[in-house]
């Protein structure tokens, strides 16, 4: 295919039809009359072989070659936006940029306010969208990173890609203020009977203590499955259940969750928090900088001086 006879106004377009599947609300959202974008739609029909944008009643359903190319297409109009918005240098005072983190609640709770307001003091202009990571984005987390800026994850989960060490947490285990164990203190016997609040919980979705748990030979028996951390001290508390979380994340929760933090009795091994990146941005500019931003974000709102280097981790 030759590129240059393409018109990449068509990926606007395309991206526009895809994301609102609607003429009237892509055109609105691009500032086109109706007609003009009915045009642009007839001519990625005929690009494509496909109808894209098919009609069920009072709605328009994508085809299933539409599904494919709705991230695709995404994914193609950053990169097209991000070449044609490179600068040799990056001044954050007058950037209008749109920098994309995607986070789990317990990095928005720890680091969240912080890096905003260090955004906010430093590149007023710019914006930050928090988005949540989800097992399906960690499992093909190379190809998301090219449309998003920082994916933040331990270590152990993803190879090939840029990261940074951050900062050291701990994990530990959260029962019921009024369960017996709280007082008498949790056992091996005690992690094997109870029944478990697991976050994240699968084939290729888990924490780390949660793999070094298995990895020792203990099996929790999983009673409820959720991926916000946020939402554990209330599917503990009252109950007879158990869970697992971030030191860090327990210590900023209000003192009336009616729940208990005690020690693991296991080795769960230490939680280090990182960010990651597409190698393809690791002399960029702009990158660059929030990558600086979120390090003293994380010195600032952990304490103490930030762990790692820049690395490509291809263990």
Not at 123 to 145: G, K, M, Y
Request: charged share 20%.
């Amino acid at each position: 295919m030759n590129i240059a006879s393409l018109d990449l106004n068509l990926l606007v377009s395309l991206d526009a039809l895809l994301q609102q599947r609607s003429v009237t609300r892509a055109a609105a959202q691009m500032g086109l009359s109706q007609p003009a974008l009915s045009a642009s739609l007839a001519r990625l029909r005929r690009h494509f072989d496909d109808e894209l944008l098919t009609r069920v009643g009072n709605e328009y359903r994508l085809t299933p070659l539409a599904v494919q190319l709705r991230e695709l297409a995404r994914i193609a109009l950053s990169g097209v936006e991000r070449v044609f918005s490179a600068q040799l240098e990056f001044d954050p005072a007058s950037s209008t940029r749109e920098f994309t983190l995607l986070v789990s609640d317990y990095v928005v709770t720890v680091l969240g306010d912080t890096v905003t307001r260090l955004l906010a003091e430093e590149a007023p202009h710019t914006r930050l969208r928090l988005s949540t990571h989800s097992p399906a984005i960690v499992d093909r987390a190379e190809q998301a990173l090219l449309s998003a800026d920082l994916l933040f994850l331990p270590p152990g989960f993803l190879t090939d890609l840029s990261r940074r060490d951050l900062y050291r947490d701990e994990w530990v285990c959260v029962v019921a203020a009024d369960n017996p164990v709280a007082d008498a203190g949790l056992t091996v016997d005690d992690l094997e009977t109870l029944p478990w609040v697991a976050t994240y919980h699968g084939p290729t979705a888990s924490t780390p203590a949660a793999r070094q748990m298995r990895m020792l030979g203990i099996e929790p028996r999983v009673q409820v499955v959720t991926e916000s951390f946020l939402t554990v001290p209330a599917l503990v508390s009252g109950s007879d259940r158990i869970a697992l979380l971030q030191r860090k994340l327990v210590d900023l929760l209000p003192l009336d969750t009616g729940i208990r933090a005690l020690p693991c009795p296991f080795d769960a091994g230490p939680l280090i928090e990182a960010m990651w990146w597409h190698p393809v941005f690791d002399d960029d500019p702009e990158h660059a900088y929030l990558r600086d931003l979120v390090v003293r974000a994380a010195a600032l709102a952990v304490g103490g001086q930030p762990v790692g280097i820049d690395l490509v981790d291809d263990a």
